[in-house]
């Protein structure tokens, strides 16, 4: 799992395209905050089917591209290939065009056959030469499909592509902020965001009909020595809008999903 966060654009890079073993990358991840940043529209082709392909199956269109990896800061954002590692076995072109300001990312996905299936655009990102990921953030089974945004100084922003089941069509679910991404004990999608010095939020989130659903929010917040110094952490669960439907009280939540391997890490005992 992607496991240590970092600070600073360069570190929230880094850290948030290494994830669990499981996943793409085979490294760490986190958690996000997003309601307080602005969305980036999206365009894709997404739900209808798309008409049989006249193509017949050959070369791989796309084996010119280098894969993706964790290739940094960048003058320019290259274009590259990621391979899922689901049962579906789909290949996805990313490429990218405009410039370092205003960047319009694009995804082709491909099928086993080599034929396009799907074509995804976030017409404006600017995250200094990440590149996608793919990741499967709510232990399904299937990869999903994470776009960059944008880099801050203390978090980062993505747009999350979602697929399920046999479904081969990819659906925009909405867009998370923060340092990295985990996937909690109970397959939710756990996102850390920084908010100051030696204070957290982690948010617990996870996928309603392809859509990213808030549950709630593990606080991690400072205690002072009284000199100036950090002597350790609280943290206590807020609700978000999911703790009726987990049948969990306040405190019941603060039990369980303050003691989770990713808020643990964050916490100064």
């Known amino acids: 799992?992607?496991?240590?966060?970092?600070?600073?654009?360069?570190?929230v890079s880094a850290l948030l395209l290494t994830g669990c073993a499981h996943r793409d990358s085979d490294a760490p991840a986190a958690t996000l905050e997003v309601s307080a940043l602005p969305v980036v529209s999206a365009t894709a082709t997404l739900g209808a089917e798309p008409p049989p392909s006249t193509e017949m199956p050959g070369a791989d269109p796309a084996a010119s591209l280098?894969?993706?990896?964790?290739?940094g800061t960048a003058a320019t954002v290259?274009?590259?290939?990621?391979?899922s590692h689901d049962?579906?076995?789909?290949a996805f072109e990313v490429r990218h065009t405009g410039s370092r300001a205003h960047v319009v990312t694009t995804v082709t996905v491909?099928?086993?056959g080599h034929r396009v299936r799907q074509t995804i655009v976030e017409p404006d990102t600017d995250?200094?030469?990440t590149v996608p990921k793919l990741r499967d953030l709510d232990n399904d089974g299937r990869d999903e499909l994470i776009i960059p945004l944008a880099l801050t100084t203390a978090n980062a922003r993505y747009a999350i592509y979602h697929v399920t089941g046999d479904a081969l069509d990819y659906h925009r679910a909405?867009?998370?902020s923060g340092v990295g991404m985990d996937t909690s004990a109970a397959n939710y999608v756990l996102v850390s965001a920084r908010i100051g010095y030696a204070s957290w939020d982690i948010q617990f989130w996870t996928f309603v009909a392809d859509k990213l659903q808030p549950l709630l929010t593990a606080q991690v917040r400072p205690i002072a020595d009284g000199t100036g110094k950090v002597a350790g952490t609280t943290c206590a669960a807020t609700d978000s809008g999911g703790l009726n439907t987990m049948g969990l009280t306040p405190e019941d939540a603060t039990q369980q999903f303050c003691a989770e391997p990713a808020v643990q890490r964050l916490r100064r005992n």
């Open 1 to 11: 799992m992607w496991r240590n966060l970092a600070v600073g654009t360069a570190a």
């Open 66 to 71: 280098a894969p993706c990896g964790d290739i």
């Open 78 to 83: 290259p274009d590259c290939l990621l391979r």
């Open 87 to 90: 049962p579906a076995g789909l």
């Open 110 to 112: 491909l099928d086993d």
């Open 127 to 129: 995250a200094s030469g």
């Open 174 to 176: 909405g867009e998370l």
